[in-house]
């Protein structure tokens, strides 16, 4: 199975996500978060935590499928996130801006 972060995280970076999570799979950058797929258990247990919805399993959305490939190659090279740090500045802002 496959879970990926998407665009919906860019520019909020919550890390509500990462406290129910088992394992180390979790990592950032600059503007959001990313799943390493190879050490994802696909427990779920991140999808009901994130606040901006941004968290898809299989079967993956169409118009979120290329976030499969982004996760994969960031995960890769960007450090673990794996505790809650506060989110980007204009955060709220943008999780309202989404309806959420």
């Not at 991140?46 to 976030?67: G, L, N, R, T, Y």
Request: aromatic share 8%; charged share 30%; hydrophobic share 35%.
């Amino acid at each position: 199975m496959t879970t990926v972060v998407t665009d919906n995280c860019v520019k909020c970076r919550f890390t509500d996500c990462v406290v129910p999570c088992p394992v180390d799979c979790f990592h950032y950058d600059d503007e959001c978060l990313y799943i390493d797929m190879d050490v994802c258990i696909d427990c779920s247990a991140c999808i009901p935590a994130c606040p901006v919805e941004a968290i898809f399993e299989d079967p993956i959305p169409e118009e979120h499928k290329h976030w499969i490939a982004i996760n994969a190659e960031r995960s890769k090279v960007l450090p673990v996130c794996n505790e809650k740090w506060d989110p980007l500045p204009g955060a709220e802002e943008r999780k309202k801006a989404l309806g959420l």
